[in-house]
């Protein structure tokens, strides 16, 4: 054949065949495992057992990368749009009215007041109502069994101050 056409046997479509498979198989199956090795031999040595030349074998190794990049495409396409493995995007929304409490959603702790079970210099850990917090004092060292209280919420940091009961 020519410079630039390989001498395509069977041998090499049933390589390309399960190397492409493979590599689809791992494209749904997220990690690099044996599928996807597997595949990549079978796609290496479909290259070097057909390309009588560089040339060729760098017109094969394009056109598997193209394919590649296609196979690619489409499973993300359909894996963003839900079509595929439902299961792996939650179809439901965690809403606050049904219970569902975001980490950085704390506004509901601004002044609670509990117990220090841990030196805070300046953090440490409070419990409050039987939970543990992590919680920054205002600057001031405060030792492990005072009292305080939440005075500000920023985000996900608690801060707390010393109170008297």
Excluded: W
Aim: glycine share 12%; proline share 4%.
């Amino acid at each position: 054949m020519g410079v630039f056409l390989p001498n395509i046997t069977l041998l090499t479509i049933i390589f390309l065949v399960i190397g492409f498979g493979l590599v689809l198989l791992e494209m749904h199956i997220p990690g690099f495992g044996v599928p996807g090795i597997i595949g990549c031999i079978c796609l290496i040595l479909a290259v070097v057992l057909t390309a009588q030349n560089f040339g060729q074998a760098l017109v094969m190794t394009l056109g598997i990368l193209a394919v590649l990049g296609i196979m690619l495409g489409v499973v993300l396409t359909y894996f963003a749009k839900g079509k595929l493995f439902k299961p792996l995007i939650l179809p439901y929304e965690q809403k606050k009215e049904h219970g569902y409490i975001s980490s950085s959603d704390l506004d509901y702790l601004l002044g609670k007041k509990g117990i220090v079970i841990t030196d805070l210099r300046p953090a440490g850990s409070v419990d409050i109502d039987g939970v543990k917090f992590d919680v920054i004092s205002d600057g001031e060292y405060i030792s492990k069994g005072t009292n305080v209280e939440i005075f500000k919420v920023s985000g996900v940091k608690l801060l707390v101050k010393k109170v008297k009961l």
